[in-house]
């Protein structure tokens, strides 16, 4: 328990008498504080000092503050510890990933077993449960209870399951498994998917952005053992460990993903087959009951589990997991749940009319209110997590709330700040004169063997004014102007993306007129390929290069980071002789004349894009943007899809009461 120590205060006749620390006695001295509603708890610390727990002093009434002085002021080992607010049950009522339900229907006799994905949001901003679509049975099954962890097979080792909850969480609310209408799909085919949400409508569950390890299953309390707290969703990425967390196998790792992006044959029976389009891992263990469980890298969700194979037969087990980032689409605006941290300033004193910094997750964004009324300020953080809004005019201590958000219902706590503004400064600094570095040795040093010889013309013709240089016709050179790079937007829709009059610009300025310029492109997928374009710089020195997705029928593909390089020819051959690594992304800073600049943007789900980067205050997602269209400029390229690797993978076959 975290508090406050509230020690005894001194007083002109110090209490001598101590308080009894048995328990009996110790019950009959605190029955004076019946009625005062402030007091928590109270007990002994073992050390021979009576504790009382109780709310602050501005919590309690005088009648309560009386009594509380009157007990200290009598016995010399009294303690009490303030909290914040009362003491509240630590209910099993919060849902995380990885959970464990059960899903049943009217008329259905067997009832299924799944494991929750990662919480959400509904299009309305209620809470809901991202899963598999194959857990319905083809929506012949529309309710979900949770289980009670204890006995689920992740902890038992055996398969015994029993509801957890009088009550069910929830409905489903839209399920697909394959293609529309549970149809068997097809490979290569973007609307073939693995995927279900459930409106959670039971009042009694509190859900959390995170996913359980099992650690705490035997007490049925999974949200006191988390993994990971979910940040992000993403595509999967190559190269990053991955984890999975379900109610079969509980939480599951493997170093690296076999498969980023491709199509499955996934089975619910010996004869039923439908195409999912995903991601695997070979080695990744998982088994019946697990579907629908969270995958995810780090603090990013990537994906829920749709099938997979068990290890037999000297071969790994192999997990088939659908994409979140293909799959979310088709559910007609659920979006996953995020943890927003809350945002910070970093300085506390600024001067009038400058502005104030603060760090928050990157792209958030941040809505700073004054305490005591004013209008709300919002910001947007950049890629580094970096924003700043302007302080006031007037002096003195100021203070306000921040929030950050991600999405339209990812909000942050609410954060409490002040900051004191000063006076502006008019006086510019004077820059210190540097002395003059004496030498060693100041006399003239004499040579060895000086010359009788004179030379041939011993003295010059001196000019009229020895210490001003003649005027010359030629101008003097000026400094190369300073490179700079500008990508626009950093975060595209991929419905924009995919659009030729949309796309993103990448622009480049500080050239020299007519300078060739080159502009690589390094998807951070492996569905698009690397490409390279040429042009030249205007007479301002500036060159645009226009960059779009060509396959609109097959979107998708194009999601995720890419990151660019744009060098002059000879800095770039220059500045990377000998090798042919991508540089890694950076931010959008000036860059010497020397060096190429780098940035990245990325391409995202429809309903991930950046409010305000593709979408206008009315959502008819024509606001135009900064710089130049892609329309009428003369570098312009689509990219190149990679085909997607299709694999055949069947489940398990089912166990009576397993999905």
């Not at 693995?194 to 705490?216: G, K, M, R």
């Not at 595509?235 to 196998?249: C, D, N």
């Not at 300020?377 to 991600?406: C, K």
Request: proline letters at 7%; hydrophobic letters at 35%; aromatic letters at 6%.
């Amino acid at each position: 328990m975290t508090g406050v120590l509230v020690t005894v205060p001194a007083s002109a006749t110090e209490p001598t008498k101590e308080a009894s620390t048995s328990v009996k006695a110790m019950s009959k001295q605190v029955q004076e504080f019946d009625g005062v509603e402030g007091i928590q708890a109270y007990g002994t610390d073992g050390e021979g000092n009576v504790v009382v727990v109780t709310l602050p002093e501005s919590e309690l009434d005088d009648e309560g503050i009386e009594k509380i002085e009157a007990f200290k002021g009598e016995y010399s080992n009294v303690e009490v510890i303030e909290i914040a607010k009362p003491l509240q049950a630590y209910a099993k009522n919060q849902l995380v990933g990885g959970a464990g339900y059960a899903v049943t229907g009217q008329g259905v006799e067997d009832a299924g077993l799944c494991s929750v994905g990662f919480t959400a949001w509904d299009p309305n901003g209620d809470p809901a449960v991202i899963t598999a679509g194959h857990c319905t049975g083809d929506d012949s099954m529309n309710l979900a209870t949770r289980t009670l962890p204890s006995l689920d097979t992740a902890f038992t080792g055996e398969d015994n399951p029993r509801l957890m909850d009088p009550a069910p969480m929830g409905a489903f609310a839209f399920s697909q498994f394959g293609g529309p209408g549970h149809s068997e799909g097809a490979k290569n085919d973007a609307n073939s998917t693995d995927i279900a949400v459930i409106d959670v409508d039971n009042p009694d569950l509190e859900l959390l952005p995170q996913v359980t390890d099992w650690s705490t299953a035997g007490d049925d309390d999974l949200a006191a053992g988390i993994e990971t707290t979910i940040t992000a969703v993403g595509a999967p990425q190559e190269g990053q460990p991955v984890s999975k967390s379900g109610r079969t196998t509980g939480l599951t790792h493997d170093d690296d993903l076999d498969i980023v992006d491709g199509w499955s044959r996934v089975g619910v029976s010996g004869t039923d087959y439908r195409w999912v389009r995903g991601f695997a891992a070979n080695g990744l263990e998982g088994a019946p009951g697990d579907s629908g469980g969270a995958i995810f890298q780090g603090s990013t969700a990537i994906g829920v589990v749709s099938g997979g194979t068990p290890a037999e037969g000297g071969n790994e087990s192999f997990l088939w997991g659908t994409s979140l980032v293909h799959a979310l689409p088709h559910t007609d605006g659920y979006t996953v749940a995020l943890f927003v941290e809350a945002p910070k300033v970093t300085t506390t004193e600024v001067e009038q009319g400058a502005r104030v910094p603060g760090t928050a997750p990157a792209g958030a964004e941040v809505t700073v209110t004054p305490v005591g009324g004013g209008e709300p300020i919002t910001v947007t953080a950049d890629d580094s997590g970096n924003w700043s809004f302007e302080a006031p005019q007037e002096l003195g201590e100021q203070e306000y709330t921040a929030v950050a958000r991600q999405g339209e219902y990812n909000v942050s706590d609410e954060a409490s700040f002040a900051i004191t503004v000063v006076e502006a400064s008019d006086d510019e600094p004077t820059p210190p004169t540097p002395e003059p570095d004496p030498t060693d040795d100041p006399a003239p040093t004499p040579t060895d063997d000086p010359s009788d010889e004179p030379t041939e013309d011993p003295s010059a013709t001196p000019t009229e004014d020895p210490t001003t240089p003649a005027p010359t016709d030629e101008p003097t050179e000026e400094a190369p102007a300073e490179r700079e790079l500008t990508i626009d937007p950093r975060r595209v829709s991929v419905s924009d993306f995919v659009n030729e009059d949309e796309g993103v610009n990448i622009t480049g300025t500080g050239y020299a007129p007519g300078q060739v310029v080159e502009l690589e492109v390094f998807p951070q997928n492996d569905s698009v390929n690397d490409f390279t374009l040429e042009g030249t710089a205007d007479e301002n020195g500036v060159v645009t290069f226009g960059v779009y997705g060509t396959n609109a029928a097959n979107a998708d593909v194009y999601l995720g980071t890419y990151e660019v390089r744009v060098a002059a020819a000879s800095d770039d051959d220059a500045a990377n002789a000998g090798s042919e690594a991508a540089p890694a992304a950076g931010a959008y800073a000036a860059g010497d004349a020397d060096e190429p600049l780098t940035g990245s943007f990325e391409v995202v789900a429809d309903e991930g894009a950046a409010p305000g980067e593709d979408e206008d205050e009315n959502g008819d997602g024509n606001l135009p943007r900064t710089g130049t269209e892609l329309t009428g400029l003369g570098v312009g390229a689509g990219l190149l899809v990679v085909g997607a690797a299709a694999v055949y993978v069947t489940t398990r076959r089912t166990k009576k009461g397993q999905a």
